[in-house]
């Protein structure tokens, strides 16, 4: 029943509603339908204000909602949520930092050098050293000088720094990534590297531990180790281990030696323009030093000066007022011992087998001697227009113990630090012809014998004399005054050249035969070896060896070598034969080519030489003790002038020997000469006779010197007395 009805009922609607749909409409009024209408508009308006309304209470809810929802996350469970969200993000980046570091640590921090005594850390050694009498002539390897301590420093000097190098210094942990942004910036920009963006403490990474390699694997390494000492130091200890290490040019290393080097003053003395000065050497030390161009030395101090107003460590007064006068005083001239300090140092390496440690050599240098010599030769250079710019000079003097007293291997060592002294290999020219007459004097010639100086030829040699002049028949003694180069050749022929040779290897000279050519000197010899060659000359036969180091010691004062004097002297030559030989290279200074080569108050005996085409010139002799040799020439081997308008050993070398000696001797007592007598011989007539017919009467050689000096005094050495040449 209840189903039908339902089935029933649900018909009759269905039927309802389809009997209205077939119901024709009523026709309407048109005041109806304007009712209607109005009705209708307001129907509308009603259902659109309820519709707003609804919106409006819709929105009102979700807003209240989202209130409840805030207030709700204020006091509980949604903002821990956010907070966990931003807590996680950031532990995850620490934690992807913290393995980069120690990924960075495991690639570049393998074998990194400790950093745990950076006041004794050196590169390479440090060696000092003295003239004879005690004043520095040398600072080799790294001159790092006294350490100083930044904190004590004046403002302006610390300030000069900081301002050029790193103004953010004292605020920073060793490394500046917007210092490094920045400079790669304006690298980039310029397409050249205009700025760093290295720090103090990196810079001082760079200067003590590591090598100047670029690559990126010592960067990062520079970097490292610039975070750990910024973690063991302070940041005034910092920058006093930098401005003790920083190298500032010319062998200065660290503020204290480059005060003493350019300013000769401590740092705490320096004026805000020297602090400039020094401050903007770091940027190319050898370029912007005032010792090399004063003017880009200024310049670079100027933009300092800048940089230090703009950190506000000067006013523009201040910077306004420096004066940059004083740098003509300060570029130093030449220390005239420079290069008897690179020779000190090579023996020392030579003695000690290398250089290991610091060092103290004490020399024999005679440094006001040295200096007199120096300007000596300046002021010939200024007055002889021979002494061209191209032309170098170098000069020595010993003892006849072999101490050297002066040594100068060129005009100017910052032009030229080649030391021409003892390195410089030239030929001696006539400075070789008292060998002959040794010899011949040893074979039994006497100074007073004839000689014929006239053209000779030895196969197709044919050498000539100065101005292709001769004299005859001469003596001995004026073939040699006279620098005679036909006699010499005809003299040496005549006692042979293998006893020239011989001799000359006595005295030292280390020379093959090469020909007749000898006679004018074509071997080739240094300064100081034909300098040794001469000492037996004049040290009545002795020989002696070179050297120039009395004492060497360590930083501590441990000694590490002494020189001791050779008890047992050897001879070279007889004392009986050098008097005759000393009285023939008097008489070149008196009568001869060496008249320029005298000294006041001593008597003074030597030899000039000049090489072919003048090439070189020389002079070489004794005086008093002291011998000492002088040359001139270029490094080029061309003649300096040429035919009567060229250089001669008897002019400038001749002078300036005189010169070099006369300082050298300063204090020291005249010594007499052993005079010489000519003998009456029984065959003197025979010999004038034998040498006009071009023959030579038999002669009393003089044989080989006796063994040592005490054979001479006891009288027990004979002539032929062996073993005693070594």
Known sequence: ???????????????????????????????????????TTKSRAKKSTASSSARRKTSSSARRRTAARKGAGSAGFPLFRQTGRLFLRATTAAFFLLAAGLVTLLIYGRGLPPVGDLASA???????????NGEVIGIRGQDRGQPIDAASLPPHVVGAFLATEDRNFYHHVGVNPVAIIRALMVNVKAGDVEQGGSTITQQLVKNLLLTPEQSLHRKVQEMLLALKIEAMYSKDEILSFYLNAVYFGNGAYGLEAASRRYFDKRPEELSIGEAAVLAGLLKAPSRFAPTADENKAIS???????????????????????????????AETDHAAAYAADYALAEATRILGGVEQD???????????????????????????????????????????????????????RQSSFNRAVQAKRQPGSAFKPFIYLTALEEGFRPEDMINDKRIEIGDWAPKNYKDTYAGMVPLSEAMARSLNAAAIRLQEEVGRENVVEIANRLGLKIDDPGPSLALGTVEVTPLELATAYLPLSGGGVVAEPFIITRISAADGTELYHHE??????????????????HMMREVVTNGSGRRAKIAGHYAAGKTGTSQSSRDAW?????????????????????????????????????????????????????????????PRSDKLLSHLAAILGVRAPRERQGPPPANIEDIISGEAGPDASGYFE
């Open 300 to 330: 670079r101090a100027k933009v300092v000066l800048a940089a230090m107003v703009d950190a506000g460590v000067i006013t523009h007064a201040e910077a306004k007022a420096v004066s940059f006068t004083r740098l003509a005083d300060i």
């Open 619 to 679: 002079f070489a002799g004794y005086a008093s003790g002291l011998v000492g040799v002088v040359w001139l020439g270029r490094d080029d081997d061309r003649p300096m002038g040429s035919g009567h308008r060229a250089m001669s050993g008897s002019h400038a070398p001749a002078e300036w020997w005189s010169s070099v000696m006369t300082a050298a001797l300063t204090g020291v007592p005249a010594r007499e000469p052993t005079p010489y007598a000519p003998e």
């Open 359 to 413: 060092l103290l050599i004490e020399t024999t240098i005679d440094l006001p001697a040295t200096r007199s010599a120096a300007t000596a030769r300046e002021e010939i250079a200024t007055k002889d227009d021979l002494y061209t710019p191209e032309v170098q000079a170098a000069a020595i003097v010993l003892d006849e113990n072999g101490a050297i007293h002066v040594l100068i291997g060129g005009n100017d060592y």
């Open 122 to 132: 050196r590169k390479e050694p440090r060696v000092e050293i003295h003239a004879a």
């Open 1 to 39: 029943m209840a189903n039908g009805s339902g089935r029933k009922g649900g018909t009759s609607s269905r039927k309802t509603s389809s009997t209205r749909r077939r119901q024709p409409a009523r026709r309407r009024t048109p005041a109806a339908r304007k009712t209607n209408s109005k009705s």
């Open 565 to 582: 004097i050779e008890r047992v002297p050897r001879l070279a030559v007889s004392p009986d034969v050098l008097v005759p030989f000393d």
